[in-house]
């Protein structure tokens, strides 16, 4: 047979097999009947280019809304905004234990996010007693210093009555903490008034995982799909992990670092023995511990505080509970601002900025191994489900007005007065820090961090938003929110 014949059969049948294919996923696949995009299963590059563009986690909500409380969003993809499925996907399993989590090819097993629940068990027990309310405390004086820095700093910006980038300086302060928690010392960026290299790559690396899903779904095109990540992604992850070894090799190095109570401290613990880390499993881990202990806190004190200023009646009542409780700022501590009881509308405003903008916006996905029920559907197994935050938070079903910013309905009498416009929200869908076995080890960190912050700025500073930041809260996302500055004003408060 001719060459040219050849080739023409080979695509006639590549087309055929792809029509199969397209017929197959929205009329006879065992997810048929779940509601979802028909174009996105029809075409599923069509998500690939949407997460590309950092838009995947804002369509979804889109979807949600439109086709009810479980989409099917790909051809085995599904996303659940139903409280109850949070507890099916993540928590155990009665026959498997934990459903195994959808890892690609950047995925590193070596790490707590990715590695295998023996290896997770492993890494979790390492890092328990930085994170035991005994770790903490020790800890209190590290995360205190830098708050300092960053209170002076700020008056200093008060008083050039300058408009700042509020979502920097906090992104400033929460890199210095954990630099110096996991490596003994910071990235000095409340010194400088700069991101430091490492934390520059952080953010230039982050968008690089969109190419990466794409590829690994379509290996036949590796190559062509290669060829289309920008070559500074690349280069900003390899620069990443480069910087986090050199760290993690100097601290281990600095002897007089030994027995600081901090995240190294613990991992290290162990070293040498059996179920102790190798140098490799310590890189890996300090990686994570710097962006989920980092970026997280940054998004959601930039998140509060852009939504308290486009909120002037509740950053009122916030500014007023905050002044009025404590009598000289040398109360607020890290244990006095880490408590419910002495400011629980602020604790409120928190949590309704956890609800309203998630400091991870995306579906953590899980692969289920055989049918099994979610939120009282049935799943066939190879399915990817995860529940999406911001289809959860952003849904009518679960929230009253869950488009406004409405810390009112985190307080007790909304969850025990029938009469309250928010007695029905389901607020156990709001689940920041994941749930079950592989939640945030990190999260009562980040508590001490947000409220002690958030409770000395407001305790300070008369804040205002600038113009030019008023639009903020519309912004593009690639597994973290890609912020752009969030403009204020600063005044030192009156006597």
């Not at 990686?287 to 939504?307: D, M, W």
Request: aromatic letters at 10%; charged letters at 20%.
């Amino acid at each position: 047979m001719p060459v040219s014949l050849t080739a023409q059969a080979a695509l006639a049948l590549c087309l055929i097999y792809y029509l199969y294919s397209i017929i197959h996923a929205l009329y006879f696949h065992p997810l048929r009947r779940i509601p979802g995009p028909k174009w996105w299963i029809a075409f599923p590059v069509l998500r690939h280019i949407s997460a590309i563009r950092g838009l995947v986690d804002l369509d979804i909500p889109q979807f949600h809304l439109k086709y009810g409380p479980i989409v099917r969003f790909g051809r085995d993809e599904v996303s659940f905004i139903d409280p109850e499925a949070w507890k099916d996907i993540y928590g155990h399993n009665n026959k498997h234990g934990q459903l195994p989590k959808v890892k690609n090819s950047a995925s590193n097993p070596l790490d707590i996010v990715s590695s295998n629940d023996v290896d997770h068990s492993r890494y979790r027990k390492s890092l328990s007693h930085a994170f035991s309310a005994k770790g903490l405390q020790t800890q209190e004086p590290y995360i205190n210093n830098y708050v300092d820095q960053l209170l002076a700093r700020l008056k200093d910006v008060a008083q050039s009555q300058t408009p700042t980038d509020m979502s920097k300086w906090y992104e400033l302060t929460t890199f210095d903490i954990v630099g110096d928690l996991a490596f003994g010392e910071p990235f000095g960026g409340l010194v400088s008034s700069e991101y430091h290299d490492t934390v520059k790559t952080i953010f230039e690396s982050i968008k690089l995982f969109p190419f990466v899903k794409m590829r690994d779904d379509y290996p036949i095109l590796f190559s062509f799909i290669s060829l289309m990540i920008p070559k500074r992604l690349l280069e900003a992850q390899r620069q990443q992990n480069a910087h986090t070894r050199a760290a993690v090799m100097k601290r281990l190095a600095n002897t007089s670092a030994y027995n600081r109570g901090d995240f190294m401290d613990s991992m290290t613990r162990n070293r040498g023995d059996k179920d102790g880390l190798t140098d490799d499993e310590l890189v890996a881990n300090a990686n994570i511990l710097i962006v989920a202990g980092s970026e997280t806190t940054a998004t959601l004190l930039a998140g509060v505080t852009y939504f308290l200023l486009r909120n002037p009646e509740t950053l009122r009542k916030v500014v007023t509970e905050v002044r009025s409780v404590m009598q000289t700022e040398s109360d607020i501590t890290p244990t006095s601002a880490n408590a419910n009881h002495p400011y629980p509308y602020m604790w409120a405003c928190i949590q309704e900025a956890f609800r309203l903008y998630p400091p991870v916006p995306t579906g953590l996905q899980r692969v289920t191994l055989e049918s099994m029920l979610i939120a009282g559907h049935e799943i066939p197994p190879g399915t990817k489900v995860s529940v999406h935050p911001l289809g959860a938070s952003w849904s009518p079903v679960n929230f009253h007005a869950p488009e406004r910013f409405l810390p009112e309905r985190w307080l007790p009498e909304a969850r025990t007065d029938p009469a309250s416009p928010f007695f029905l929200d389901k607020r156990d869908v709001v689940q920041p820090f994941s749930a079950g076995p592989r939640n945030c080890i990190g999260r009562n960190v980040a508590y001490i961090e947000m409220r002690l912050i958030l409770t000395r700025l407001l305790w300070n500073f008369d804040i205002g938003l600038c113009e030019e930041s008023s639009a903020w809260y519309n912004q593009t996302a690639y597994t973290a929110w890609e912020k752009p500055p969030l403009m204020c004003r600063l005044t030192l408060k009156e006597n």
